[in-house]
């Protein structure tokens, strides 16, 4: 009888935990850049996991094995390599998305490759990419088991050794649907006609993108929140949103306002002049804030770090093989 009681407790206490390591796959030896809203000091990396699963914010949690630093992540970048860490996501992240991806056998999307690494199979390589915010879509090659996340989609071509995928609402011109800008941080106040939970900010987005009447959203990542709006109010900082505007505004203020058009310039920088910076996802949503405010007159973006540099004034015109720059054309 006492053996019994104590294999209940054992498996009491076991249960939970296998549940737990169940909604978040753990990776060694690498992090998801950025997206930290909390760290702390922990005795291993199972507390770092716990403290991440009771937080409803919390998407992914890194644990720095040399420090023994637990980072709390509310959103899921790029993945990179950092051998002195431990990393995982909930779980929820990677069912969401894989169930939107389309995927085909025998094509691929020509270039747009940010990074490719070695996968055991496309399943793999589709979780990936799921995982990873600025991953729009995905290629593994079965002869040399090689997976090729994309930030942009190319040509598609045929190619009998991979298997492609594409994120849903994220294929550009090509899906026929309307692209929307996605700005962390920010909120743009008033406007809303409707909202209603939902399971991401993927999901919030795609509703817009099927409403005629909807010309920007906003999602609040603490409530699981989606706001659409049928006009734009003030831009405000609000560290709990994702917000975002449909292209064929342009990225501009429905109310005009001057030097809305912007050039693009691909390997360059003006040096200087920089007023503030703040991690965008792509270099339309820099553009679009840029276009917003009015004390602009340039802009910078770093495709390597995704920061956005906005600019008071045009300094040297530099090579940076890493960034795209334009400034403000007169009416």
Wanted: glycine residues 10%.
């Amino acid at each position: 009888m006492l053996l019994k009681l104590r294999l209940a407790l054992i498996l009491t206490f076991l249960l939970p935990l296998a549940a737990g390591a169940q909604r978040m796959p753990e990776e060694r030896g690498y992090d998801h850049r950025g997206g930290d809203y909390d760290d702390f000091r922990a005795d291993d990396v199972e507390e770092c996991r716990r403290a991440c699963e009771r937080d409803r914010r919390c998407q992914a949690y890194a644990f720095n094995l040399r420090t023994e630093v637990c980072y709390l992540k509310d959103e899921v970048n790029s993945r990179q390599r950092n051998l002195d860490t431990v990393t995982g996501t909930k779980e929820r992240w990677a069912e969401e998305t894989d169930r939107d991806f389309s995927e085909e056998e025998g094509y691929d999307y020509r270039g747009g490759d940010y990074d490719s690494f070695r996968a055991d199979d496309v399943r793999e390589c589709r979780r990936s990419c799921s995982r990873d915010r600025r991953c729009v879509a995905y290629t593994f090659n079965e002869r040399s088991d090689t997976c090729y996340v994309k930030d942009r989609l190319g040509a598609r071509q045929r190619n009998s050794d991979t298997v492609t995928g594409v994120r849903e609402g994220r294929g550009g011109s090509w899906s026929g649907r309307e692209n929307l800008t996605e700005e962390r941080g920010y909120d743009y106040h008033g406007g809303d006609y409707r909202s209603f939970r939902t399971s991401g900010v993927s999901r919030c987005k795609d509703e817009c993108r099927d409403d005629s009447r909807c010309v920007a959203y906003s999602f609040n990542l603490e409530t699981d929140t989606c706001y659409l709006k049928d006009r734009i109010g003030d831009y405000r900082s609000n560290r709990d949103t994702v917000t975002g505007i449909k292209s064929d505004t342009g990225g501009r203020r429905p109310w005009g306002g001057r030097g809305d058009d912007l050039t693009e310039e691909e390997g360059y920088d003006y040096r200087g002049g920089d007023y503030n910076s703040f991690e965008v996802r792509g270099v339309s949503a820099c553009q679009a804030a840029c276009r917003r405010d009015d004390r602009c007159v340039a802009y910078t973006f770093n495709r390597r770090t995704d920061r956005c540099y906005l600019k008071d004034r045009i300094g040297d015109y530099q090579r940076n093989a890493d960034t795209v720059t334009g400034v403000k054309e007169e009416d």
